[in-house]
């Protein structure tokens, strides 16, 4: 939640929602103190997939590499409906997004809006291509939304199409334009637009650059970000040559991540992950639902966050003998800077 204001999560508080955000710290204190998973509360968060469809071809995301390894399709108002009446009495935080372009989801709006309803905040993350269309992007800012995260991965139309494959960067500037015209139009200050940078071989000669050329452009704020690859190969091809901007330790034949994680992994007490067919996992380096915790189109939501399925996984993550997907996990390391 770091990319978020904090007054914005502060003006979400009910009595409940304080309530419930007591029960997640005390309940993850004692199980810090007694090495076994007490969960009391209700998330905090939550990340929605509308979609895992997407318009671009980006080499090392699974769904623009063409290797999710789960069906493509998208998330029905219906279940986003049910989702949010069972879980939005105690979220604060929703990022309504993960594998897949959410403006291509053709509910999207009205999703920000229900959310919105139930008075929590919402961000997305898009690569901007559909908001070249100045109705599309007043309808987004219409809807409430909270943030926008664009993704813009090179300032140069050359070294922006090396990652953003068949992206073009010109629409992505032409989206902050049309944001900042419609919020300008309704008389509002959100969406909140942040630029996002992630930081690569091809393009790190342009990070000293990306925070001015973003309030050119007129984003809000740059976020400069390191890169997750999927193997020692694709690290030669992607990791920058500056150690800072690099997520993963130098000099190894395998991917490790430099950070230290604790012993408890708090994310597993305080959100999780809906996919946009129901299906619940425990985080988002769980892409392609190697440890499903349940599903929503066969269970309540509460059950399965308090169900046997959840207690073992926190157990496990809590243990020496981690899943695989941990291994990539970034929980503990700064991402951003």
């Known amino acids: ?20 955000l ?20 209700l998330p905090l968060v939550l990340t929605i997939e509308p979609t895992n469809r997407c318009n671009l071809a980006c080499p090392q995301c699974s769904t623009g590499a063409g290797l999710l390894q789960r069906p493509r399709g998208d998330l029905s108002l219906a279940l986003y409906r049910q989702i949010l009446q069972q879980t939005q009495r105690s ?21 920000i809006r229900m959310a919105k309803a139930a008075k929590v905040v919402v961000t997305c993350s898009s690569n901007g291509q559909l908001l070249v269309d100045f109705a599309k992007a007043r309808e987004l800012a219409s809807s409430g939304l ?11 139309e050359s070294s922006y199409q090396i990652y953003r494959q068949s992206g073009r960067l010109e629409r992505v500037v032409a989206a902050i334009a049309n944001l900042r015209k419609a919020r300008e ?41 390191s890169v997750q690859v999927r193997s020692p190969q694709d690290a030669d091809r992607f990791l920058p040559l ?37 299906h619940v996992v425990g985080c988002c380096f769980d892409k392609d639902e190697s440890v499903l915790l349940g599903r ?10 308090r169900g046997e399925a959840f207690r073992h996984f926190r157990r496990r993550v809590s243990g020496s003998c981690k899943p695989e997907i941990c291994n990539n996990c970034t929980h503990g390391l700064a991402i951003y800077q």
Not at 1 to 20: H, I, Q, S
Not at 194 to 201: E, H, I, N, T
């Open 1 to 20: 939640m770091k990319e978020v204001p904090l007054f914005r999560l502060l003006a979400c508080l009910t009595p409940y929602r304080l309530m419930n």
């Open 296 to 305: 929503l189109t066969e269970q309540p939501f509460i059950t399965i966050w």
């Open 22 to 41: 007591g029960q997640v710290f005390i309940s993850l204190g004692i199980s810090r103190l007694s090495g076994q998973p007490v969960s009391w509360g």
């Open 185 to 225: 139009q309704l008389g509002q200050k959100t969406p909140r637009i942040c630029l996002q940078f992630l930081v690569m071989k091809h393009n790190e000669h342009e990070v000293e650059r990306v925070r001015h050329t973003a309030r050119c452009w007129g984003a809000d704020r740059a976020l400069i970000k």
């Open 242 to 278: 500056a150690e800072k901007y690099r997520r993963y330790t130098s000099g190894s034949s395998r991917l490790t991540v430099k950070s230290k994680k604790s012993k408890i992994c708090d994310r597993l007490w305080t959100s999780c992950v809906i996919h946009q067919d129901g």
């Open 146 to 156: 909270d943030q926008i995260i664009l993704s813009v991965d090179g300032l140069e």
């Open 91 to 111: 979220l604060l935080y929703l990022l309504l997004y993960d594998q897949g372009e959410p403006l291509l989801h053709a509910d999207y709006f009205e999703m």
